[in-house]
T-cell receptor, first 112, second 116 residues
Framework: AQSVTQPDIHITVSEGASLELRCNYS??????LFWYVQSPGQGLQLLLK??????LVQGIKGFEAEFKRSQSSFNLRKPSVHWSDAAEYFC??????????FGRGTSLIVHP | SQTIHQWPATLVQPVGSPLSLECTVE??????LYWYRQAAGRGLQLLFY??????ISSEVPQNLSASRPQDRQFILSSKKLLLSDSGFYLC???????????????FGQGTRLTVV
């Protein structure tokens, strides 16, 4: 079985500060990993994905994520947050099943 | 390119009334299709998924049903809505899993359903 944990329900940062959103997964082998962003009242947009190869993946909007097998983690990072980054962020995993499993989400609040 | 359409965007329905939400995908064939429900602060709950026409799998028992009458059409229905059916419903599609890598899910814009 596959599962995802996003331990932080809310994260508050100041505009211009760095950001790291945590994601831990559970799966017996190397899974496929994704980060999505959701603006209020909207669907989910894919930020980045990891399938194999380089463990540091670059995404859209200046985001990156690093896959760490030893920690079963896939944390999302951004060096400098913009007010427009305020949104809900979801980590997802897809293992042997083709069905992705999503974390409960982390709400990002950006202070000016 | 592939696109996914979901409608309506918002819906207010009385308790006991029927429901029909529609989702269609363009630009791909034989997609996997999904219905998720999102409640505030509770992430995404998978309701149904489909790997082909007429093939529906349900993840949780509930007052809802799904159908796939055509390859790229996925419908979420209810005969009698409950207050607890209120929420944000998302349709998504993904390609079939491939040996060369997994495929991500692509989401519609969602339907905000309020049952009153």
């Amino acid at each position: 079985a596959q599962s995802v944990t996003q331990p932080d329900i809310h994260i508050t940062v100041s505009e211009g500060a760095s950001l790291e959103l945590r994601c831990n997964y559970s799966y017996g082998a190397t899974p496929y990993l994704f980060w999505y962003v959701q603006s209020p009242g909207q669907g989910l947009q894919l930020l980045l994905k990891y399938f194999s190869g380089d463990t540091l993946v670059q995404g859209i909007k200046g985001f990156e994520a690093e896959f760490k097998r030893s920690q079963s983690s896939f944390n999302l990072r951004k060096p400098s947050v913009h007010w427009s980054d305020a949104a809900e962020y979801f980590c997802a995993v897809r293992g042997g099943s083709y069905i992705p499993t999503f974390g409960r989400g982390t709400s990002l609040i950006v202070h000016p | 390119s592939q696109t996914i359409h979901q409608w309506p965007a918002t819906l207010v329905q009385p308790v006991g009334s029927p429901l029909s939400l529609e989702c269609t995908v363009e630009g791909t064939s034989n997609p996997n299709l999904y219905w998720y429900r999102q409640a505030a602060g509770r992430g995404l709950q998978l309701l149904f998924y489909s790997v082909g026409i007429g093939q529906i799998s349900s993840e949780v028992p509930q007052n809802l049903s799904a159908s796939r009458p055509q390859d790229r059409q996925f419908i979420l229905s209810s005969k009698k809505l409950l207050l607890s059916d209120s929420g944000f419903y998302l349709c998504a599609w993904s390609g079939q899993g491939r040996v060369d890598g997994g495929t991500e899910a692509f989401f519609g814009q969602g339907t905000r359903l309020t049952v009153v």
